[in-house]
């Protein structure tokens, strides 16, 4: 501006009376730059902070999980009438897998049992015998898988109608009356899963003759024993 009021005498006082008024106003502007960097660093500063929270928490649940708290977290849902939809889907689905399973059994029985020789004849004791023992293994079996199946399809489906009408609080309560019910449907599983092999080797031998009838009835013993022992060994994790 010096040269221009070199050459224009006169222009001194516009200029100044022009800078008085530019300059607050340009101060201003500043100002509130500046105010808005400052309130930009503080929210970023926040959006930090809440991220670092969540992170803690979500580590301090983990970790609590890990310890053993998912029990305090049952107790503290089952208290408030509100329930994990995610873990109790999982529980669900494990119930119908019980049923699924114990049905394929059953069928498996009655089709042993279509297909085993059970004529008593005379004279021949142990035929006799093995015979009675294959009927009694069946019908235990059928009927074991009966009870299972059908328990554990109530259950679910009792289960689902309460979380489908958004009522926790009645399913959580439905859950732990059931509670001794559904231990003796896994029982039932078991006795219907025994039963079976047992039925098995019954008909291995009642289908075979001569020297290979013993020789598929020991095989078939071991081979059920191995797995038994290893089916246990699942089942005690």
Not at 14 to 35: E, G, R, W, Y
Not at 155 to 168: E, P, V
Request: net charge positive; with cysteine.
């Amino acid at each position: 501006l010096e040269p221009m009021m070199m050459i224009l005498p006169g222009t001194k006082a516009t200029v100044q009376t022009i800078s008085k008024v530019i300059l607050p106003f340009t101060s201003s502007i500043l100002t509130k730059q500046n105010a808005a960097t400052a309130i930009t660093a503080e929210l970023a500063s926040t959006t930090t902070a809440v991220s670092t929270t969540t992170s803690l928490t979500l580590w301090t649940t983990l970790l609590s999980a890990m310890r053993g708290g998912a029990q305090a977290t049952a107790a503290a849902a089952a208290a408030s009438g509100s329930a994990d939809l995610g873990r109790i889907k999982f529980r669900l689905e494990a119930l119908h897998s019980y049923g699924v399973i114990t049905a394929l059994l059953m069928g498996a029985s009655l089709r042993l049992y279509s297909c085993t020789p059970r004529q008593q004849q005379l004279g021949r004791n142990l035929d006799n015998v093995v015979k009675r023992l294959f009927t009694i293994a069946v019908a235990t079996s059928v009927m074991s898988g009966s009870y299972t199946t059908v328990v554990f399809s109530l259950i679910g489906l009792y289960s689902k109608r309460a979380l489908g009408a958004s009522n926790d609080a009645g399913f959580l309560e439905f859950f732990d009356a059931t509670r001794l019910i559904r231990y003796s449907g896994y029982d039932s599983f078991l006795v219907t899963l025994m039963t079976f092999v047992l039925s098995f080797v019954l008909s291995m031998n009642l289908n075979n003759s001569g020297k290979f009838r013993w020789i598929i009835t020991v095989y078939s013993i071991i081979f059920a024993i191995f797995c038994w022992f290893k089916w246990s060994g699942v089942m005690v994790l």
